[in-house]
């Protein structure tokens, strides 16, 4: 399952597809605004300028710390959510979650607790690809060269930045975004280590 699971993180896919299900980066500026950040791309809620992410609301830009703090925060919340580790049944007319992993592997154990009463099968709430997945998203919208090229996972609704304002906005924003990128990457290479290790769980867990 491991090796599979890996495949739709190869780069045929696109990142609105790949990252369909990547929860953007929330923000809270000194304002008390509260915004979605999804990179270099066109938000009602927020512009990109010269100087760093300007909140729409008030027009102040954040200081970097402050996005650093929120994104380093954010990660964390990710990944203890993971750790929570709640199975959750496939069949939606029983939908029993635990954290305990049954006798039983991968089946349901049901509400009579003997694996019995449910045909439906276990499978982690948060799942280790959902967490990877969610950190190589948080990992691309500070990725100027992804921005640059277009790629980014669009925000519904406004009308795209123009290439020339994103190319203009990636060189101006350069470090602050490798400053990001630095506190994601010191998730993701831990992360990407586990995430090959629980390809051994998950194979227990397919018997
Ligand atoms: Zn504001
Ligand atoms: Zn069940």
Redesign the pocket.
């Known amino acids: 399952a491991g090796v599979d699971a890996l495949a739709p993180l190869e780069s045929t896919v696109s990142d609105a597809e790949r990252f369909r299900d990547a929860a953007f980066l929330p923000l809270r500026?000194?304002?008390?605004?509260r915004f979605a950040f999804g990179g270099i791309v066109a938000s009602r809620d927020y512009v990109v300028s010269f100087h760093g992410i300007k909140?729409?609301?008030?027009?102040?830009v954040?200081p970097t710390l402050r996005v650093t703090a929120q994104l380093e925060r954010i990660i964390r919340a990710h990944i203890s959510r993971y750790y929570a580790g709640w199975l959750v049944c496939d069949d939606s007319a029983c939908g029993i979650a635990t954290r305990q992993i049954s006798v039983y592997g991968k089946r349901c154990i049901g509400l009579s607790g003997t694996a019995h009463g449910c045909k439906g099968i276990m499978r982690y709430r948060y799942s280790d690809k959902a967490l990877y997945n969610q950190l190589l998203y948080l990992d691309s919208i500070f990725d100027i060269e992804k921005a640059k090229k277009g790629l980014l996972k669009p925000f519904e609704g406004p009308e795209a930045l123009s290439h020339a304002l994103v190319e203009a906005l990636a060189v101006h924003n350069a470090v602050f975004f490798g400053v990001c990128r630095g506190v994601v990457q010191k998730y993701l290479s831990d992360c990407g280590r586990r995430y090959v290790d629980m390809g051994g769980l998950f194979n227990f867990m397919e018997k």
Do not use: T
């Open positions: 500026c000194a304002c008390g605004a909140c729409a609301a008030c027009a102040a954040l």
